[in-house]
């Protein structure tokens, strides 16, 4: 059974930088697209960057580009989010999740979550 693990979140302040990593096992890496969620404290969950099986396709919203960049290494089965200049709007929990051939802006069209890490942006 495929599982995915976060990692890399914190408590950091506005302008600083984490990179959070998406280990995955059990299921063939390489042929799934990672998508990275947020879920605010009373929101509903937003797709802010999703990266294609092989890495040649990236997405991000309107609000991270420029600042985040997501990227994998297949051979090491591990999808990262590197943020920078954080904002505390950007306060969240961060789950990636996997799905077979490609991404989508539709989280229940994902087969694989992981439990998430929180980030948090102090001003």
């Known amino acids: 059974q495929g599982q995915l693990v976060e990692s890399g979140g914190g408590l950091v302040q506005a302008g600083d930088s984490l990179r959070l990593s998406c280990a995955a096992s059990g299921l063939t890496f390489s042929t799934y697209a990672v998508g990275w969620f947020r879920q605010a404290a009373g929101k509903e969950r937003e797709l802010v960057a999703a990266i294609s099986s092989a890495g040649g396709d990236e997405y991000y919203e309107d609000s991270v580009k420029g600042r985040f960049t997501i990227s994998r290494d297949n051979a090491k089965n591990t999808v990262f989010l590197q943020m920078k200049s954080l904002r505390p709007r950007d306060t969240a929990a961060y789950y990636c999740?996997?799905?077979?051939?490609?991404?989508?802006?539709?989280?229940?069209?994902?087969?694989?979550w992981g439990q998430g890490t929180q980030v948090t942006v102090s001003s």
């Open positions: 999740a996997a799905r077979s051939r490609y991404w989508s802006h539709y989280d229940a069209q994902y087969h694989y």
